[in-house]
C-alpha cells in the first residue's frame, strides 16, 4: 500500500510558478506510475500529468505542456510537478496518485492524496 501526502500550494499570481510535492510511504514507490490530477469547484477531477516508474515517459494535458514539467525522485519517494507561467484556470485543488501502470485514466490510479490548493489570481 503507498500513502501519498500533498504539499507546495499556494496563492501566487498570474504568469508564477509554484512547485508541487508529493511525498509517498512504502518501499514499493519505485514500481509505481505517478500522476497529478486536479478539481476545480464544480468540475470533475482531471488528468494534468503521468510519469513512469523508472521516470522515463511522461505525458501531459495539452494545456498545461510546456508550463509544468512532472519528476520523481524515486530514492526520496517524491514526485514533484513543477509549474510556470500560471494562469487563473489553473486554479485547482491537485492531487497526486499512484497507479500500477502509466495511464492518464482516473480511474486506473489505486491511491490518492489528500490534495493541495492551488490559486492563480489575474
Known amino acids: 500500500q503507498v500513502q501519498l501526502v500533498e504539499s507546495g500550494g499556494g496563492l501566487v499570481q498570474a504568469g508564477g510558478s509554484l512547485r508541487l510535492s508529493c511525498a509517498a510511504s512504502?518501499?514499493?514507490?519505485?514500481?509505481?506510475?505517478m500522476g497529478w490530477f486536479r478539481q476545480a469547484p464544480g468540475k470533475e477531477r482531471e488528468f494534468v500529468a503521468a510519469?513512469?516508474?523508472?521516470?522515463?515517459?511522461?505525458f501531459y494535458v495539452d494545456s498545461v505542456k510546456g508550463r509544468f514539467t512532472i519528476s520523481r525522485d524515486n530514492a526520496k519517494n517524491t514526485v514533484y510537478l513543477q509549474m510556470h507561467s500560471l494562469k487563473p484556470e489553473d486554479t485547482a485543488v491537485y492531487y497526486c496518485?499512484?497507479?500500477?501502470?502509466?495511464?492518464?485514466?482516473?480511474?486506473?490510479?489505486?491511491?490518492w492524496g489528500q490534495g493541495t490548493q492551488v490559486t492563480v489570481s489575474s
Open positions: 512504502g518501499r514499493t514507490f519505485s514500481s509505481y506510475a
Open positions: 496518485a499512484a497507479a500500477a501502470r502509466f495511464t492518464v485514466g482516473v480511474d486506473e490510479y489505486d491511491y
Open positions: 510519469i513512469s516508474w523508472s521516470g522515463g515517459s511522461t
